[in-house]
């Protein structure tokens, strides 16, 4: 079983629609997670940390559940520049190094 | 944006040769990692240093090589260049919070190896 799955999509969504990524962690010692960005050709930005009780920032919202080592992000309101890749980010047994899910595709349309 | 740069960007090179990629950091982060990013793999762990001449072994460092004589820099070495290491190369940062936190990327290094 892989460290992190995700759905590799793609999500094509119009613009203004609520969308949401879910990913699934082996690790369940893991106490790290994040959701980060990687726009084409680009290296990823931390988009947000993911905290046990959610979190929210902005337009994003995060969501952990321990139990079911699963994490989930929503987008509301989308824009064209949500267009991206997604990844879902936990840390690794090493507690140095991070492992990273292969990303999930969205493409937001006028 | 953290103070990571990646040198070169892009580099062309022949298989059996060896090459150099530097990554140079200007935030004084302890923790520094080398990864390659491939179309269906995603990102994976080369090594990784956690501190000066302190490093590690990552998932696929295999052919690969690296030092830290210094904070701000890591090198990352392909002691002889194949077609499989053809890919895109990221240097990430972090900082010293105990355990494993965010990082943050450099621009990457596109190496070709024909």
């Known amino acids: 079983r892989k460290e992190v799955e995700q759905d590799p999509g793609p999500f094509n969504v119009p613009e203004g629609a609520t969308v949401a990524f879910n990913c699934t962690y082996s690790n369940s010692a893991s106490q790290s997670f994040f959701w980060y960005r990687q726009d084409c050709r680009k290296e990823p930005k931390l988009l947000m940390s993911?905290?046990?009780s959610g979190n929210e920032d902005g337009r994003f919202t995060a969501q952990l559940n321990r139990a079911s080592q699963y994490i989930s992000l929503l987008i509301r309101d989308s824009k064209l520049s949500d267009s991206a890749t997604y990844l879902c980010v936990v840390n690794s047994n090493s507690g140095y190094a991070l492992n990273f899910g292969k990303g999930t595709s969205l493409l937001v349309t006028p | 944006d953290a103070g990571i740069t990646q040198s070169p960007r892009h580099k062309v090179t022949e298989t059996g040769t060896p090459v150099t990629l530097r990554c140079h950091q200007t935030?004084?982060?302890?923790?520094m990692y080398w990864y390659r990013q491939d179309p269906g793999h995603g990102l994976r762990l080369i090594h990784y240093?956690?501190?000066?001449?302190?490093?590690d072994k990552g998932e696929v460092s295999d052919g690969y090589s690296v030092s830290r004589s210094k904070t701000e820099d890591f090198l990352l070495t392909l002691e002889s260049a194949t077609s499989s290491q053809t890919s895109v190369y990221f240097c990430?940062?972090?900082?010293?919070?105990?355990?494993?936190?965010?990082?943050?990327f450099g621009p990457g290094t596109r190496l070709t190896v024909t």
């Open positions: 990430a940062i972090s900082p010293d919070r105990g355990q494993a936190y965010e990082q943050y």
């Open positions: 993911v905290y046990s």
């Open positions: 935030e004084n982060h302890r923790y």
């Open positions: 240093s956690y501190g000066v001449k302190d490093t």
